[in-house]
């Protein structure tokens, strides 16, 4: 049974996965909110109202809720993949919600590619591809610029050539 | 002031309001062909700005009055009309730069603004739809407003401000024809009535609808518990779940009332309103996806209502609310499947064959589960679900934007997964639930290449060119 619900998100000629860099990313996001969290958590030695034991029990969740997102974000990252087919493209992530996106290339009206702050210095960005319904959501994060770059070329070429109206 | 005669209607044109006055400016077309909206429009703009400038007055000198007594009160008056008289001022400046026209290319054309000027064209082969409505005040003056929608993301919808009813008609008519394909003296095209829904109707069917139905009995039960227990905590909450519901109703009763349906050869045509009158036409071929709810207390009537997609409208209005776009609030099935049958010809949902959610999606979804299931054949992909609210959703091959499949952590446990087929933003979501895992997988790809193909062969861009 439990090979049967892998089936039904595998893809027979294999995903192309994502590159690792996104891992660090997300991890890096991670530790610069946890700075945050830190200054949070510190603050509560400090009151003198709050009982030390609490404050001590706010250190322990805070380390192992980041030991759980560190290892998350690792399984989220391998999770993520995507394939090329003939008429379509293929999307998927997820671990505990998992979802597979097939958007045909003719539907797209829209190909962006994107990076933020922390992705520019790591060099990575995300291919966003946009249709006529605002529930499509199929977003490709971690490709290297050149990957990206070519990836968003060809989806565009393939949607031009198939494109119609609404 | 005389009456005119049969031979002097170009001197009458501007007589719309029925006073034999002519106001200076009506029906002005300039060197280009370049039309303006009707020189009443400023006026209208600021009789509807007066509740606005009395509320702002109260706000700012509630106390004031009180203290002064009559004076005080005729200020306050007297400073509301000067709001008033600010804002006609103000549009009269736009109504000097508003110019309306169809340019060489075919496309519709808007020049307005005062401060910042704004050229605006509307891509007529993208038109989704033209309305014409009758606000409240505008209709005090014989007015009546025409908003034109084509397909895009943002500022794809276009309000003209005011013009006479009569005028809005046929300027909906011309930007139809146009967009048809047609010539644009095609002239109003007629219409023949379909359906109609009564208000005695509409009012039970309101009140009938489960959440609705549901939450009175809740507050009937709450009074009557109150009352027992003789107590007055529970009333409060009674208000609530009382007054919330009545008001939907009551509101959806309002904007509803009098809806009928029209067939044209523009498209279907709806009716509808008690404060303010709106019109809607649905050009063939535009409608995105189908929903028949059947609410369980509408069922010993065979009723049901029909929901549509249709692109950039009905998602937001203009200010921002989410509106539900129907084809009709309720009807019996053979009148609603009728009306469907005019925008999806050959649409045969008993002839198809269901796929049906596996038994063990009881564990899933208690309730529904026997209602699970999917179908589809050449044209339109189908997906049913509920058991107190039955729902049936429909949306053609050719209009499918892309497909989902999701599996959350308990459908995983029971080897379940939900597909989803796209649709452009509307009241309809198509959603296939706690199928099969495998099957939903499969059902995702086939759907694909299915909507792949269908595209290929619609042409219904222009749909009455070479006619």
Partial sequence: MADRTKDAFTYADGWTAVSPTLTRARRLTLALVYVLVIAAVAALFWIPDVPVWVAWVAVGVAVVAFGWLWWLIGRRVRSFGYAERGDDLLVSSGIMFRRLVIVPYGRMQLVDVKAGPIDRWLGITTVQLHT????????????????????????????EQRSAGL | MTLPGPGSSPSNVGDDLGLGVTLPGHGTVDAAGRRRVHP???????????????????????????????????????????????????????????????????????????????????????????????????RFFSMAEVTVEVAGTQDSRLKLQFLTLDEARALRSEI?????????????????????????????????????????????????????SSGWGGLGIALI???????????????????????????LRMRFGLAKTETRTVPPGRVQAIEFVEPFLWRRWGWVRVR???????????????????????????????????????????????????????????????????????????????????????????????????????????????????????????TGRHLDAMTARNVADEQSVRAEQ??????????????
Avoid: C
Avoid at chain 2, 251 to 260: A, L, P, Q
Avoid at chain 2, 363 to 381: C, G, H, T
Avoid at chain 2, 454 to 467: L, N, Q, V, Y
């Fill in chain 1, 132 to 159: 006529a319904a605002a529930t499509t959501d199929a977003s490709i994060p971690g490709l290297e610029p050149d990957i990206a770059a070519g990836l968003r070329d060809r989806l565009a070429r393939r949607g």
């Fill in chain 2, 40 to 138: 009443i429009s400023p006026l209208v703009h600021g009789v509807s700005a007066l509740p606005v400038g009395f509320i702002i007055v109260i706000a700012f000198s509630f106390g004031m009055v009180e203290k002064l007594g009559p004076v005080g009160l005729l200020v306050a008056v007297s400073l509301a009309v000067l709001f008033g008289v600010l804002v006609t001022a103000w549009k009269y400046l736009a109504w000097r730069n508003t110019w309306y026209w169809f340019d060489d290319d075919g496309d519709f054309r808007v020049d307005s603004g005062v401060l910042t000027r704004q050229q605006r064209r509307l891509q007529l082969s993208r038109l989704q739809s033209v309305d014409v409505a009758q606000p409240l005040v505008a």
């Fill in chain 2, 176 to 228: 139809l024809a146009r967009a048809a394909g047609l010539r644009h003296d095609a002239g109003e095209a007629p219409e023949a009535p379909i359906a109609s829904v009564t208000p005695r109707d509409l009012a039970v069917s309101l009140l009938l609808r489960s959440v609705t139905a549901g939450l009175l009995l809740v507050t009937i039960l709450i009074v009557f518990v109150t009352v027992l």
């Fill in chain 2, 241 to 267: 779940t009382g007054g919330l519901p009545i008001l939907i109703v009551i509101t959806e009763f309002i904007k509803y009332f009098n809806f009928t349906v029209a067939q044209s050869p523009d498209g």
């Fill in chain 2, 308 to 430: 549509v997609n249709i692109a950039g409208v009905g998602h937001e209005d203009a200010n921002g609310n989410k509106e539900e776009t129907l084809l009709i609030p309720v009807a019996t099935r053979a009148v609603a499947e009728d009306l469907v049958q005019r925008v999806l010809p050959g649409l045969d949902i008993d002839g198809m064959a269901w796929h049906e959610a596996p038994e063990r999606s009881r564990r899933r979804a208690p309730i529904q589960w026997r209602r699970l299931a999917v179908a589809w054949d050449d044209s339109v992909f189908a997906a049913r679900s509920g058991r107190v609210t039955r729902r049936l959703t429909v949306i053609p091959h050719a209009r499918t934007q892309s497909v989902r499949v999701t599996q959350g952590p308990w459908e995983r446990a029971l080897d379940l997964a939900s597909v989803h087929v796209d649709s452009t933003p509307g009241p309809v979501r198509i």
């Fill in chain 2, 454 to 467: 269908a595209r290929a062969e619609d042409h219904s861009i222009r749909w009455a060119e070479g006619e």
